[in-house]
T-cell receptor
Framework: AQSVAQPEDQVNVAEGNPLTVKCTYSVSGNPYLFWYVQYPNRGLQFLLKYITGDNLVKGSYGFEAEFNKSQTSFHLKKPSALVSDSALYFCAVRDLNTGFQKLVFGTGTRLLVSP | EAQVTQNPRYLITVTGKKLTVTCSQN?????MSWYRQDPGLGLRQIYYSMNVEVTDKGDVPEGYKVSRKEKRNFPLILESPSPNQTSLYFCASGKTASSSGNTIYFGEGSWLTVV
């Protein structure tokens, strides 16, 4: 079965410092990976995805993610964190066994950026 | 503006009182789905629909019903809500499986409390 793991419940970083939110995956076949963000009292917003091609994927709000096949990882990164980046981040993988449309989510990582 | 709209956003109800959470999308997407989000569990799929009049169970369908009579609408029905259905619910939509890379878009969420 397809799955993703987010090993950190919370990540703390100071504003202006680089941030990394970790995600590892387990899939059979090619992985289709996604990152979503949930701001307080807001819905789930799409950040970026990896389907194929370059291992470094750029997304919204200055975020990027690096796909690493050998380490089965898809870590979310940003060179310089903002206080407004504080939110709940979810990694997800497409479950190819259920007609392509189902996303299997990790448990989420709360990012806290301090001023 | 492309969006997935859910109503109500917040609801407190009593055990056994039937309720419906509506979902509507304006992107002409064939696929729609409901997820619930619980602490430490991430998002789990409740039901999904690949097109009008086509629905199927997700991972946690017990206690829920759905219908897809129109392409844009996908209501979630709780016939007899119980406290274990207290959760944050998300509706989602996307194009059908012509590509596994299709992005799934989510609504802003509906906070449901069953007392």
């Amino acid at each position: 079965a397809q799955s993703v793991a987010q090993p950190e419940d919370q990540v703390n970083v100071a504003e202006g410092n680089p941030l990394t939110v970790k995600c590892t995956y387990s899939v059979s076949g090619n992985p289709y990976l996604f990152w979503y963000v949930q701001y307080p009292n807001r819905g789930l917003q799409f950040l970026l995805k990896y389907i194929t091609g370059d291992n470094l994927v750029k997304g919204s709000y200055g975020f990027e993610a690096e796909f690493n096949k050998s380490q089965t990882s898809f870590h979310l990164k940003k060179p310089s964190a903002l206080v407004s980046d504080s939110a709940l981040y979810f990694c997800a993988v497409r479950d190819l066994n259920t007609g392509f449309q189902k996303l299997v989510f990790g448990t989420g990582t709360r990012l806290l950026v301090s001023p | 503006e492309a969006q997935v709209t859910q109503n109500p956003r917040y609801l407190i109800t009593v055990t056994g009182k039937k309720l419906t959470v509506t979902c509507s999308q304006n992107m002409n997407h064939e696929y729609m789905s409901w997820y619930r989000q619980d602490p430490g569990l991430g998002l789990r799929q409740i039901y999904y629909s690949m097109n009008v009049e086509v629905t199927d169970k997700g991972d946690v369908p017990e206690g829920y019903k759905v219908s897809r009579k129109e392409k844009r609408n996908f209501p979630l029905i709780l016939e007899s809500p119980s406290p274990n259905q207290t959760s944050l619910y998300f509706c989602a939509s996307g194009k059908t499986a012509s590509s596994s890379g299709n992005t799934i878009y989510f609504g802003e969420g509906s906070w449901l409390t069953v007392v």
